[in-house]
């Protein structure tokens, strides 16, 4: 372990500048007040907005997509603490399985930001692919203005929300590729989308080692 | 006694360090480790990690008290690691960060030795001092949430917010 | 068999064709009307022993299209809802009908006397002051089959809906046609401003709501 410069200690002047009463974000609770929900269009012309950004610097829709997982990945990341802190003190305990922590994603990670739970969970039936396992969503909110245009049909702005779920799983420990796919289902639910998770090898390895002990 | 804290990021880096005595007892807050000890004190912490990431994934093996079923671990891994008088404490975040605190209590010999025996820490193992370590851990926790909440704070980066530090000082003579 | 009143009268008509009065309990049987629901009628002054009615109107609500334009006058979205409302016209007439209809448009909003402002707000205050109504230019376009409304945004952006001579709360119609622009072509990233508007969602929604609308 390398040491850190210990400047912070000896007083150095941080720059940092403080609002006039104090009172910093460390000073106010983290839980959850009744106020905390977002205008919804607000949020659609951000996201609008984030995969316009996104488009403009890159080529193809694959690195369209990766930009947008990206983009949620530090989201995920940061989710995840917060979300295990607001859970209730007994059940404040880290997904330690697969099953346990897509069950998190599913229930915790999607009411928190899309104020539903995601439709389904799914393994997948390929015997080849143990690693993977399927979220789905109808109806993805990010979704829920967005046309794709005919040209670009194999794009789904729900990558970001990948991005989230990858950076959950990275958060925990649990390496993972997270990609979307619409898979319309008719008049229904023509944005259905499915989120692929796809786990390293050695999440998988140590998921089978665990189970042994 | 004298408490070194640490926090470790997901790549075993060191994001924040802090140094501290006790304050139960009339202790003065200052710690009480040699120029020398305190090089040492980083080594020891780190060959602690191999344990953390063991005890981390074990069935609740060492933290069994705190697992509620089997699928999900307790993030207090309690005192997991001991060389010579230094007794490490873990506690792991959802992001896999690590909390290490080493504390090592006075020696027996000192002249404080009867009122010692009943306070925190002079028993390193025992359930006040953990559940005073726990409450330690949880107060920093809520403040490294908010701390990672950061827009500007990326994964693994060092935390230099001079609240932050505040507030684990704070939490430090709190419950220590 | 009796009529209540005589000249102009409200009459419904339901599906076992039969008319129904507005103002008494009476009903008749009808022999020939082309007419689905609701209708006005006009009843011969000379009966009672003859009734004889006339349609003054095909019943119906019906939105025949919707006509989207830009600021700049250039047409950025045409669909029709019904077929036979209106006579086809090539794309570029209606190019050419969104063009002229902006520039009509804003002449007559030129012509418009400018409301008289109400008095500044006394100083010290921090109202901010106050600004005549801008002027509405033309608003609705009738023919004897056809009637057209006209919505500019405050952007400038308009919307012409061509409904028929009898539809009501069209104002309500074209709201809420700008409630799904707002909603589904201005939140799409896809969407560049001031081009066609080329969205899966918006023709979705539209269609659905317009049929709706046609079908009651």
């Known amino acids: ?213 | 006694m004298s408490y070194y804290f640490a926090i470790v990021g997901t790549q075993d880096n060191p994001l924040f360090e802090y140094e501290f005595g006790t304050s139960k007892q009339g202790g003065d807050g200052q710690s009480r480790f040699t120029e020398q000890v305190r090089h040492l004190n980083q080594f020891i912490l780190h060959s602690s990690l191999d344990i953390a990431e063991e005890v981390q994934w074990s069935h609740g093996q060492i933290g069994r008290g705190l697992t509620g079923g089997g699928s999900r671990n307790g993030r207090y891994l309690k005192c997991i690691d001991k060389f010579f008088n230094n007794y490490i404490s873990c506690f792991v975040t959802g992001g896999n960060v690590k909390f290490l605190l080493l504390h090592q209590p006075t020696t027996p010999t000192s002249t404080a030795s009867s009122r010692s025996s009943t306070a925190i820490g002079a028993n390193p193992t025992s359930p006040a001092t953990e559940e005073a370590i726990k409450m330690f851990f949880m107060e920093v926790y809520d403040n490294w949430v908010k701390a990672i909440m950061n827009p500007f704070y990326k994964a693994n980066m060092e935390v230099r917010s001079p609240i932050f530090r505040a507030r684990v000082a704070a939490a430090g003579r709190k419950y220590l | 068999m009796k009529v209540a009143s005589k000249g102009h009268s409200l009459f419904r008509i339901d599906n076992t064709r039969r008319v129904w009065f507005s103002n008494s309990q009476d009903k008749i049987d009808i022999l020939e009307t082309n007419s689905k629901a609701e209708t006005r009628f006009m009843v011969s002054p000379s009966w009672p022993d003859t009734l004889n009615l006339t349609l003054v109107s095909p019943d119906s609500r019906t939105v025949f299209s919707l006509i989207i334009i830009n600021k700049a006058g250039g047409l950025i979205y045409n669909k029709t809802f019904h077929e036979g409302g209106l006579n086809k016209i090539s794309t570029n007439d209606y190019l050419v009908l969104a063009g002229t209809f902006h520039g009509v448009h804003a002449i007559t909003a030129r012509l418009n006397p400018v409301k008289p402002v109400a008095p500044p707000p006394t100083p010290g205050t921090n109202e901010p002051p106050n600004r005549p109504e801008p002027s509405s230019g033309l608003e609705v376009l009738e023919t004897e089959n056809f009637r057209m409304q006209c919505f500019n945004t405050l952007t400038g952006t308009k919307f012409l809906l061509f409904t028929e001579t009898t539809q009501t709360n069209v104002d309500v119609t074209i709201k809420r046609i700008y409630d799904l622009y707002a909603d589904y072509v201005m939140k799409n990233p896809f969407y560049s401003l001031e081009m066609p508007i080329r969205c899966d969602i918006f023709d979705r929604k539209l269609l659905s709501y317009i049929r709706e609308i046609n079908n009651r």
């Not at chain 1, 899309?114 to 389904?120: E, K, L, P, S, V």
């Not at chain 1, 143990?130 to 729900?158: F, G, H, K, T, W």
């Not at chain 1, 590729?177 to 989120?195: D, I, L, Q």
């Open chain 1, 1 to 213: 372990m390398s040491s850190l410069p210990s400047s912070a200690s000896t007083g150095k002047e941080s720059g940092l500048r403080v609002p006039s009463n104090g009172k910093t974000i460390y000073h106010r609770p983290i839980n959850r007040t009744k106020t905390s929900e977002l205008s919804q269009a607000s949020f659609a012309f951000l996201f609008s907005e984030m995969v316009a950004y996104a488009q403009k610097r890159v080529k193809g829709i694959q690195e369209l997509e990766h930009k947008l997982n990206v983009q949620g990945h530090s989201i995920g990341i940061k989710l995840l603490d917060l979300l295990l802190y607001r859970e209730p003190a007994r059940t404040q305990l880290r997904p330690q399985n697969i099953v346990a922590l897509l069950h998190f994603i599913k229930q915790n990670v999607w009411l928190h930001l899309f104020g539903r739970q995601a439709d389904r969970l799914e393994k997948s039936t390929d015997a080849e692919k143990p690693d993977e396992y399927m979220i789905i969503d109808n109806e993805p909110l990010v979704n829920q203005y967005i046309s794709v245009p005919r040209e670009m049909s194999q794009l789904n702005c729900a990558a970001f929300v990948a991005g989230v779920v990858e950076g959950v799983c990275d958060g925990a420990d649990f390496p993972a590729r997270v990609t979307a796919h619409t898979v319309g289902e008719g008049e229904m639910w023509p944005g259905k989308t499915v989120f692929l998770v796809k786990f390293r090898s050695e999440v998988v390895e140590r998921e089978a080692f665990l189970a042994k002990s």
